[in-house]
Structure formats: C-alpha cells, structure tokens
T-cell receptor
Framework: EAQVTQNPRYLITVTGKKLTVTCSQNMNHEYMSWYRQDPGLGLRQIYYSMNVEVTDKGDVPEGYKVSRKEKRNFPLILESPSPNQTSLYFC???????????FGEGSRLTVL | AQKVTQAQTEISVVEKEDVTLDCVYETRDTTYYLFWYKQPPSGELVFLIR??????QNEISGRYSWNFQKSTSSFNFTITASQVVDSAVYFC????????????FGTGTRLQVFP
C-alpha cells in the first residue's frame, strides 16, 4: 500500500529535550516536505526536499532541522524544542508538486 | 506573492442541504495549480482535486463539484445533499509552476453537518 508513515503520532515532551519525528514514504517520490498546522493559520511549510541531499527552507524553518540521506526518509529534528513548537506536523511526498501531495497521518507534538 | 483566502471559518448545515465553500486565490503567475483537501475529525489530509490554470472546466464527482473562475480568482467547492460524513475541515491550496516545491494553503473552513 502506497503510504507516508510518520512516527511518533503523539508526543509530549519538555522544553529543550531534542526530538526527531521520522517520515518514510514507499512511493519512490523525489519530493518531500514538512508542514505544521496551527489553528487559524492553516498549514505552513517548514522545510522541503527535492531529492537526496537537497533540502531548503520553507516559510517557518526556525527551530527545525531536516536531512535527506535516503530517498524514502525525511526526518524532522527539533534540537531544542520550545512551547511555540506545539503543533500538528505533517510530512508529505509527491512525484512532483503539480501532482497530488500524499500526506502522512500527522504527528501531534506538545512541548511543555 | 501568492495567497489563498478562505473567508468562511465555519459553516453549519443540516443534512441534505447544499453547501458551498469559497476559495479566493492571488497569484501573478499564469501557470498555477489549485487543490482542495479534506481533513476529517481523525486528522488525516485527503486529496480531493487538482486543477491547473488552463483548465476552467467545472468538475463534478458524485455529490462534489468545483467551480473554477479565473475572472474572479475563485475555486469554489460545492457539496450537494450534504451528509454527516462530510463534516470536516476543508483546505484550498495553490502552487505556481516556477516554485513547484511549495503548496500554499488557506486557513481552512470547518464544515459541520448536523443530522
């Protein structure tokens, strides 16, 4: 089954404790990205990757890091989480953005 | 700059009513793509439709229909004979051809369908 898998789905952590949200897709897509969803703001792009070893900032990259060492994986790293990073995070992949974006199920992160 | 506006924050209807969700977009590009996504209470994002800027034909898929009008920069979504299962947040989104790595979302419209 074609899918984008994110883990963990739910996480409560404390300020400053590094965490990684993993994202993996099995569709051989070149394009992957991360979004965060906040009430009243819709979804905003954090980082994106056009291919292996190629990443770039989206609209709200502060406080986040990503890497793309393999085509299928695109982890989101929060080196020192802060409460303003409490949000619902979505990973997505696509063969090309003009096609459909396939989203993961979302990861709800709470930073205390 | 590109922008998507969904002015309706929340809409409530009774089952079997028709409902239209508005989407207005801004872009100076002549080639762009518009999307609608559905986010049910379970939280996942479900792709509904993609339309490119050169195709202004309206589209119907079952109870769903989309009205794309370049003259008013709108891409509205109508649900006919709404059902409780249509209750969700609906997002309109835009991407342009030269920056096809980024999808710009509206803030979403929450639709509640009551039995």
């Amino acid at each position: 089954e074609a899918q984008v898998t994110q883990n963990p789905r739910y996480l409560i952590t404390v300020t400053g404790k590094k965490l990684t949200v993993t994202c993996s897709q099995n569709m051989n897509h070149e394009y992957m990205s991360w979004y965060r969803q906040d009430p009243g703001l819709g979804l905003r792009q954090i980082y994106y990757s056009m291919n292996v070893e190629v990443t770039d900032k989206g609209d709200v990259p502060e406080g986040y890091k990503v890497s793309r060492k393999e085509k299928r994986n695109f982890p989101l790293i929060l080196e020192s989480p802060s409460p303003n990073q409490t949000s619902l995070y979505f990973c997505a992949s696509s063969p090309g953005i003009t096609g459909e974006l396939f989203f993961g199920e979302g990861s709800r992160l709470t930073v205390l | 700059a590109q922008k998507v506006t969904q002015a309706q924050t929340e809409i409530s209807v009774v089952e079997k009513e028709d409902v239209t969700l508005d989407c207005v977009y801004e872009t100076r590009d002549t080639t762009y793509y518009l999307f609608w996504y559905k986010q049910p209470p379970s939280g996942e994002l479900v792709f509904l439709i993609r339309r490119n800027s050169f195709d202004e034909q309206n589209e119907i898929s079952g109870r769903y229909s989309w009205n794309f009008q370049k003259s008013t920069s709108s891409f509205n979504f109508t649900i006919t004979a709404s059902q409780v299962v249509d209750s969700a947040v609906y997002f309109c989104a835009l991407t342009v051809s030269y920056n096809t790595d980024k999808l710009i979302f509206g803030t979403g419209t929450r639709l509640q369908v009551f039995p």
